[in-house]
């Protein structure tokens, strides 16, 4: 059984590498952990001449998958309400859904003009729904990939797009400063609601589905009858932007949260406004109901966290302890705890009784981008700019996990409804799933002539010139400078790279970086070691991440 268990993890880790180039799988052995069972059964096949130092950590870590394949930035991520799948929506016009569990993407679903910039799950998980600039709506099956209906009623870009929570209704806002609801069976547009005057960012619908908030770039947020599409309120009264707008658990409440420093309640039923919930002295970014839905926290730019009766309006607590921007609060699913993320690089878990602030969270070594709690209300998951997720004990305070293998900012974090899995995604085209059950920590010139002009199509951090004067030493390899001075002035940057860079190298593609030798591939590296800088030296090639915490030298 501990061999089929470490079999699935060294496939599962390495798949993008074996898939490409199956004589990788010998390479993937340098890049196992040093008690891998298929690691240790198979120590003599590693490749002889290449040293990888410092070596790999002793165990596998929590990281399943990287799951790459969009070659542009990941703008949404979400999982299905069964938790089998998983689905991201990119900068690259595409929509992919992969399997939760394995990790393989199971469909590629093509058709936006532009790029997508929303995807959601419907509650029975049998439906997909894409928002994209190029003003449609797509809805898609989720387990055949089939594009079932096109909605183009839009006339500028599609924001958001939201399920009803019986899944028999579509919701999408617009640029075109509209909300259009559409019947999931038949693909009718049902209704267009009209009245916003200026963009619709955000749309809402109630718990019990039958009404739908949204909320414009003027500060105004309507409430519609999700059946009629009339119009129940229209809530006016904020002075600048909208940046957050939730219900309450219960579907009575609703809050809005504005950049112009004030948070208001709303009835969801009469449409008025219960009370301006003001104190913040800047920016307020974000809105929660606790599930209960008797008290609603605000996050504000001015450091603080505010606790607010949902039923009378006072403001309970003001949580004190951060110095800098409060970016994001959750509620734990008991309602007992309350998270607030922050740039000032932790994450505070407070009673939401007693306003005591149980643990300050500390260990990310730059800014908080988002907080969630696991569903079961044990696990607490921090996305942060130093590329890394970690996941706390909520009882303790421990970071148990420290998630590393992203390479740019995670900007978004989210648990499965099983509480096992946690999806991450970061700026530039890379989503993660990883495993939460397994608690592993891991640790950590005479005339001055231009004689040559050569291009790279990436930028350069590394370059000398070899005693002889003949070879240009770079981070893509060695370049014969006698022949480029012998060749036609014009050099074609593609075909340079791969006649003139001679001995070890890294090349990349929009999906795999290699090390190379005389231009041929040699080993794959997996996106956790892929190079910020590198240098060359005859026959070392060293490269180091950008966060600064890895260097990996690789002798041949």
Same mark, same amino acid.
């Given at each position: 059984?501990?061999?089929?268990?470490?079999?699935?993890?060294?496939?599962?880790?390495?798949?993008?590498?074996?898939?490409?180039?199956?004589?990788?799988?010998?390479?993937?052995?340098?890049?196992?952990?040093?008690?891998?069972?298929?690691?240790?059964?198979?120590?003599?096949?590693?490749?002889?001449?290449?040293?990888?130092?410092?070596?790999?950590?002793?165990?596998?870590?929590?990281?399943?998958?990287?799951?790459?394949?969009?070659?542009?930035?990941?703008?949404?991520?979400?999982?299905?309400?069964?938790?089998?799948?998983?689905?991201?929506?990119?900068?690259?016009?595409?929509?992919?859904?992969?399997?939760?569990?394995?990790?393989?993407?199971?469909?590629?679903?093509?058709?936006?003009?532009?790029?997508?910039?929303?995807?959601?799950?419907?509650?029975?998980?049998?439906?997909?729904?894409?928002?994209?600039?190029?003003?449609?709506?797509?809805?898609?099956?989720?387990?055949?990939?089939?594009?079932?209906?096109?909605?183009?009623?839009?006339?500028?870009?599609?924001?958001?797009?939201?399920?009803?929570?019986?899944?028999?209704?579509?919701?999408?806002?617009?640029?075109?400063?509209?909300?259009?609801?559409?019947?999931?069976?038949?693909?009718?547009?049902?209704?267009?609601?009209?009245?916003?005057?200026?963009?619709?960012?955000?749309?809402?619908?109630?718990?019990?589905?039958?009404?739908?908030?949204?909320?414009?770039?003027?500060?105004?947020?309507?409430?519609?009858?999700?059946?009629?599409?009339?119009?129940?309120?229209?809530?006016?009264?904020?002075?600048?932007?909208?940046?957050?707008?939730?219900?309450?658990?219960?579907?009575?409440?609703?809050?809005?949260?504005?950049?112009?420093?004030?948070?208001?309640?709303?009835?969801?039923?009469?449409?008025?406004?219960?009370?301006?919930?003001?104190?913040?002295?800047?920016?307020?970014?974000?809105?929660?109901?606790?599930?209960?839905?008797?008290?609603?926290?605000?996050?504000?730019?001015?450091?603080?966290?505010?606790?607010?009766?949902?039923?009378?309006?006072?403001?309970?607590?003001?949580?004190?302890?951060?110095?800098?921007?409060?970016?994001?609060? =959750? !509620?734990? &699913?008991?309602?007992? *705890? $309350?998270? #607030?993320?922050?740039? +000032?690089?932790? /994450? %505070?878990? @407070?009673?939401?009784?007693?306003?005591?602030?149980?643990?300050?969270?500390?260990?990310?070594?730059?800014?908080?981008?988002?907080? =969630? !709690?696991? &569903?079961?209300?044990? *696990? $607490?998951? #921090?996305?942060?700019? +130093?590329?890394? /997720? %970690?996941? @706390?004990?909520?009882?303790?305070?421990?970071?148990?996990?420290?998630?590393?293998?992203?390479?740019?900012?995670?900007?978004?974090?989210? !648990?499965? &409804?099983?509480?096992?899995? $946690?999806? #991450?995604?970061?700026?530039?085209?890379?989503? %993660?799933? @990883?495993?939460?059950?397994?608690?592993?920590?891991?640790?950590?010139?005479?005339?001055?002539?231009?004689?040559?002009?050569?291009?790279?199509?990436?930028?350069?951090?590394?370059?000398?010139?070899?005693?002889?004067?003949?070879?240009?030493?770079?981070?893509?390899?060695?370049?014969?400078?006698?022949?480029?001075?012998?060749?036609?002035?014009?050099?074609?940057?593609?075909?340079?790279?791969?006649?003139?860079?001679?001995?070890?190298?890294?090349?990349?593609?929009?999906?795999?970086?290699?090390?190379?030798?005389?231009?041929?591939?040699?080993?794959?590296?997996?996106?956790?070691?892929?190079?910020?800088?590198?240098?060359?030296?005859?026959?070392?090639?060293?490269?180091?991440?950008?966060?600064?915490?890895?260097?990996?030298?690789?002798?041949?």
């Amino acid at each position: 059984m501990e061999v089929i268990q470490d079999a699935h993890r060294f496939v599962m880790y390495h798949k993008s590498a074996i898939e490409s180039s199956p004589l990788q799988a010998y390479g993937a052995l340098l890049f196992s952990p040093t008690r891998s069972v298929i690691r240790v059964l198979f120590k003599d096949e590693e490749p002889k001449r290449i040293v990888i130092k410092p070596g790999m950590q002793e165990r596998w870590s929590s990281c399943l998958q990287t799951l790459e394949g969009h070659s542009s930035i990941v703008t949404s991520v979400a999982f299905s309400h069964d938790s089998t799948w998983l689905a991201s929506a990119s900068y690259d016009r595409t929509v992919k859904v992969w399997s939760a569990r394995s990790g393989k993407c199971l469909q590629t679903f093509e058709g936006h003009s532009d790029y997508v910039s929303s995807v959601v799950f419907s509650h029975d998980s049998t439906r997909l729904a894409s928002a994209s600039s190029d003003s449609t709506v797509k809805v898609w099956s989720a387990r055949s990939g089939e594009c079932l209906s096109t909605l183009k009623d839009h006339s500028d870009p599609v924001r958001s797009v939201a399920f009803s929570h019986d899944s028999t209704r579509l919701a999408s806002a617009s640029a075109d400063c509209t909300v259009k609801v559409w019947d999931t069976r038949t693909s009718e547009c049902i209704q267009t609601l009209e009245g916003h005057g200026y963009t619709v960012r955000s749309v809402a619908f109630s718990h019990g589905s039958t009404r739908l908030a949204s909320a414009s770039n003027n500060g105004i947020i309507k409430v519609w009858n999700a059946y009629s599409g009339k119009c129940l309120q229209t809530l006016e009264g904020h002075g600048n932007a909208v940046e957050s707008v939730a219900f309450s658990h219960d579907s009575t409440g609703l809050a809005s949260a504005s950049s112009d420093r004030t948070v208001k309640v709303w009835s969801a039923r009469s449409g008025v406004c219960l009370q301006p919930l003001e104190g913040h002295s800047s920016a307020v970014w974000s809105v929660a109901f606790s599930h209960d839905s008797t008290r609603l926290a605000s996050a504000s730019a001015d450091w603080t966290i505010k606790v607010w009766d949902t039923r009378s309006s006072e403001c309970l607590q003001t949580l004190k302890g951060h110095s800098d921007s409060v970016w994001s609060v =959750a !509620f734990s &699913h008991d309602s007992t *705890r $309350l998270a #607030s993320a922050s740039g +000032d690089r932790t /994450i %505070k878990v @407070w009673d939401t009784r007693s306003s005591e602030c149980l643990q300050t969270l500390k260990g990310h070594s730059d800014f908080v981008r988002s907080v =969630a !709690f696991s &569903h079961d209300s044990t *696990r $607490l998951a #921090s996305a942060s700019g +130093d590329w890394t /997720i %970690k996941v @706390w004990d909520t009882r303790s305070g421990e970071c148990f996990q420290t998630l590393e293998g992203h390479s740019d900012p995670v900007m978004l974090v989210v !648990f499965s &409804h099983g509480s096992t899995w $946690l999806a #991450s995604a970061s700026c530039y085209g890379t989503v %993660k799933v @990883w495993d939460l059950d397994r608690t592993v920590k891991v640790r950590d010139a005479r005339s001055g002539e231009c004689l040559q002009t050569l291009e790279s199509e990436k930028p350069l951090r590394s370059i000398s010139f070899d005693s002889s004067d003949k070879y240009l030493r770079t981070d893509i390899g060695v370049i014969d400078i006698s022949a480029l001075l012998t060749s036609t002035p014009a050099i074609n940057s593609a075909s340079t790279k791969l006649s003139l860079c001679q001995g070890l190298a890294l090349s990349a593609s929009a999906s795999d970086v290699w090390i190379t030798y005389n231009t041929k591939n040699l080993l794959w590296l997996p996106s956790e070691y892929r190079p910020y800088c590198s240098t060359v030296s005859g026959e070392f090639i060293a490269f180091g991440v950008e966060s600064g915490r890895l260097w990996w030298i690789c002798e041949i």
